[in-house]
């Protein structure tokens, strides 16, 4: 069975061409980038050139590259350590109702240390509306963190319009590009944001491994305490080989970015509609056109998000939901409840996110067997009949 | 994730449907929640000589539903009324932690088909 | 020429084995481990057996192993979160002078937050002493942290005295044993610590990940806000390929540890003589015996330790030094700085590490060449005639 994963929010395959970049610095070019010697030096040399196809993939100059363990990381360093080393700022803060929680749970966590924090909501297609946050905007506020594009419904953001709406009202602007970068082009100059997290293993990088742009004048600190690495701004031996396979992958991005882009917009274009119009009952989730490329986000109606999953595995599908029940909460995800979906429509939802891999055929497959999978299912719930 | 077993009846519900004229019915949780299983049971000589369920929920719920059905077919009220949400699981190997309470619902659900159909008895009897 | 890598204690090549187990887990088995489909449940699997793997080697159980980024990670964790997460306990904190900075910078955090800190001295040979740390215990004292073995000069310390005093006073031990995790037997039963550190690719595994030990019982939280992965104390998408390396690389450091325990020191010990009776105004920093395996750390009068390693590394022998100054400080490390060391002889340092990999001819090779680097260097310094 030919295997189609159509989960690539959730991460991608490392590039081939990534992991021959990495190989030799596990087992021949190990060495700390912080050693004197010529292993040591080599190390150095290869984290300095993934610096720079990372910084030119985000428009940014290498010394506004801070490499961190993955979007996690750089999302809590951007949003923490900012205020931490800005204590003459007001206390305010700003974010969306749809962050990922590695944006959400820390703006929660300082909230828990006095901070003041506003989560502005989103409109029934998930985006955050730039005359939303200048109404939330106060002397007090000192930053504002809103995604470049959700992980969940795909929504993209308005970050220029949002990042001078912050600026005017004299906030610092951070956003979680995870989802976006190497999807969609990014220039953080254009863009005007302060910060920028990344993570490799959605770019077809290694996990293990991101980066955080801080853009030069705004003072963030280390959220790791000890050795001097990264100009003191991330302690801790640098992972040489994933940083090569992020900072190739951010290459092989940059190169290959426009024609993915068409060719993903384009075959997502034709899974959406195939999905929506064979199955009644069914609504796309998020922006209908502003939307990430090749991210498919729908809810059925009358069924389940885990028992879809696992039928589409059982024919090689891959795919994922806002709502499958693992966590030990029957709640379905923060997002599609932010969206204003009711509960017992978010449960049944899926997301399918197409990658470079995936081909039309992939496509015809899950056009053929989905709305057999949601009868079924339908056959099966008591709400319908 | 999931035990085989939990998996077999998954993907190969036994006993789906509805009955007709059923001689009790029983229906716990809500769509809210994210799970709702109705079960119907057809009873003859204090026999559970057929069930049927209807199930919205995850795999957890379809499978610990199809599981109760077959537990008991063709059992007496009294052994019926044995099953517990322990006894489900176990039936299927176990089930992940996170989802136990899934096998509360099938042995819930039971229950309340079985109370409905003592409280028809009873309210037959009242009138006669 | 050959290289000839004694700098074991900075980084590790991967083994190869290791390296093998890896592979699969970049290009196909790429499954993000949370997602519920076959790829999804695969990743999960790798990273319960790593667990096993870790706990094994830790004499832990598994439901006690977090994996992080790194040490660095995982001793920050330890110490900032365990903290934070018992506020109730007092606000005294003990470390020694010889910590990594991965710990010692994380108490002078804790301690620029109102934490009490005592950093306690270390005797010349750079052991804590029980007595010591006894008579710095108070009613308040909340934890106590001393590392395993020393980075930089090797010593061991008596652990299990050690934590035995920290207990009998109320407070709870954290060790750092990034250094002797796959180097020295190790069962956190025996030595009776509530947790401890380990660094992957100090062991031949990967970079970029590590893991903490948390005993059962004691009340850690997560560093990082996010995800609810492993078990919520540590956000972040795993890293899956990382973790399997860490794994393997566990189990290989458990089979073959005796074997290489007993041929490290006896090689390391053959270097450490040759080297003392060979160079005049030489002697060994750490203590004589009580020492990581194959850790041989010496200082050199008259001569800078930057120059020594430069000088090697032409001859392709790769080592380190307490006292290179590329951090753009003069001083030397504050680990030989605490051992009494003055800061002439201090800069003079030079660390040589041994690893299976080196044979008897690398040590042959060494005893050749040093003593003609010395003698060249001390023909420059104005410091000797
Ligand atoms: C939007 C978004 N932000 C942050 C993250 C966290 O990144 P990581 O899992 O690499 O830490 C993810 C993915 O998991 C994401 O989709
Ligand atoms: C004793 C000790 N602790 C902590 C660390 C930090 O580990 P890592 O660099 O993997 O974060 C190291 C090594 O760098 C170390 O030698
Ligand atoms: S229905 Fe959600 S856990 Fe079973
Ligand atoms: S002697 Fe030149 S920097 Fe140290």
Known sequence: MREIYMDHSATTPVDPEVFNAMIPYYTDRFGNASSIHTKGQRARQAVDQARSQAAELLGASEREIVFTSGGTEANNQAIISYLSNNPDKGRHLITSAIEHHAVLDAFLHLAKRGYELTVLPVTADGLVEPDILKAAMKPTTALVSIMHANNEVGTIQPIKELAAVAHAGGAVFHTDAVQTVGKLPIDVEEMDVDMLAASSHKLYGPKGVGCLYVKRGIRVGNYFHGGGQERGLRPGTENVPGIVGFGTACKLAHINLPERQTRLNKMGQRLKEGILNSIPHSRLTGHPVKRLPGSVSVCFEFVEGESILLMLDSYGIMASSGSACTSGSLDPSHVLLALGLPHEIAHGSLRLTLGKDNTEEDVDKVLEVLPNIIQNLRGMSPLCN | ?128
Chains 1, 3 share one sequence.
């Not at chain 2, 109760?68 to 019926?80: I, P």
Request: charge should be negative; glycine fraction near 8%; charged fraction near 20%.
């Open chain 2, 1 to 128: 994730m999931y035990s085989q077993k939990v998996m077999n009846h998954f993907m190969n519900p036994r006993n789906v449907g509805r009955i007709d004229l059923p001689s009790g019915s029983g229906e716990v949780g809500n769509a809210v929640c994210g799970d709702i299983m109705h079960i119907d049971i057809k009873v003859a000589d204090n026999i559970i000589t057929d069930v049927k369920f209807k199930t919205f929920g995850c795999a957890a719920a379809i499978a610990t539903s199809s599981m109760v059905t077959e537990m008991v077919k063709g059992k007496s009220l009294q052994e019926a009324e044995q099953i517990t949400n322990q006894t489900v699981a176990e039936a299927l190997d176990g089930l992940p932690p996170v989802k136990m309470h899934c096998s509360n619902l099938a042995a819930d659900a039971l229950h309340a088909a079985i109370a409905d159909y003592m409280r028809k008895e009873a309210n037959k009897l009242g009138v006669s």
